[in-house]
């Protein structure tokens, strides 16, 4: 049986006195695309957050690639693409420049093949500050993937997107699957998981509330409004 590439167990995170997660337990294994789904407060983002070392958990354990989170942050990291709601990029480096820095950091990648993947490849040498909103997305999944991580993670990367930009996106999600990395996409909206995910996690209260083949997203749908 395959290692799963992520494993979160039993995990928790607290506030002071609010618990913003509570006992949260899924994995991914290589290959496959999981969307993280919940309405506003349901605990996605700060699960995304720990997973991806900027917060450590009260309680539980989160491993990626085999690297625990919180005794190796640097190391998990390491092998996460990950890419933010809002990235933050250069915008007086050109895609290229940006996305061949991220490989120099991550030790190497094929720049060229990131950019193309992400449908940069003819505007790869314009400036990031005269991109479109979806073409900066574009450009941070672009940095994500040029060093090919076992684990790409996203957090409402999606959102936002006009349909062309978002096609592309789920294109080179979908490449990377196939190629043997594996995704979590955090979103709010489920119509999105049914076309494109293996599996989908549903957060509410800072709990899981199920754990679910995306064939499924009907039978479970109504336990509470993603909206």
């Known amino acids: 049986m395959t290692d799963p590439v992520l494993s979160v167990r039993a995990v928790a995170k607290s506030f002071g006195r609010v618990q913003a997660v509570r006992d949260v337990s899924f994995e991914v294994s290589p290959g496959e695309f999981v969307g993280l789904v919940g309405p506003n407060g349901a605990g996605k983002s700060t699960t995304i957050k720990m997973l991806s070392g900027q917060l450590l958990p009260s309680a539980g354990s989160i491993t990626v690639a085999g690297v625990d989170v919180a005794a190796d942050p640097n190391g998990a990291r390491a092998r996460i693409g990950?890419?933010?709601?809002?990235?933050?990029?250069?915008?007086?480096?050109?895609?290229?420049?940006?996305?061949?820095?991220?490989?120099?950091?991550?030790?190497?990648g094929d720049v060229d093949a990131a950019l193309d993947l992400a449908g940069l490849g003819g505007d790869a040498h314009r400036l990031i500050r005269e991109y479109s909103q979806g073409m900066r997305r574009r450009t941070a999944l672009a940095a994500a993937l040029v060093?090919?991580?076992?684990?790409?993670?996203?957090?409402?990367?999606?959102?936002?997107?006009?349909?062309?930009?978002?096609?592309?996106?789920?294109?080179?999600?979908?490449?990377?699957?196939?190629?043997?990395?594996?995704?979590?996409?955090?979103?709010?909206?489920?119509?999105?998981?049914?076309?494109?995910?293996d599996r989908v996690v549903m957060l509410a209260a800072g709990k899981v509330l199920a754990d679910v083949p995306a064939a499924e997203l009907d039978r479970v749908r109504g336990l509470f409004d993603p909206h």
């Open 147 to 197: 060093a090919k991580p076992p684990l790409l993670v996203l957090d409402e990367a999606l959102n936002g997107l006009d349909p062309p930009s978002a096609a592309r996106v789920v294109r080179a999600l979908e490449v990377a699957c196939a190629d043997g990395q594996a995704v979590l996409l955090s979103t709010h909206v489920l119509d999105t998981l049914e076309r494109i995910a």
């Open 82 to 108: 990950y890419v933010p709601e809002e990235p933050r990029l250069y915008e007086y480096l050109t895609a290229h420049e940006m996305v061949s820095f991220a490989a120099e950091i991550r030790g190497g």
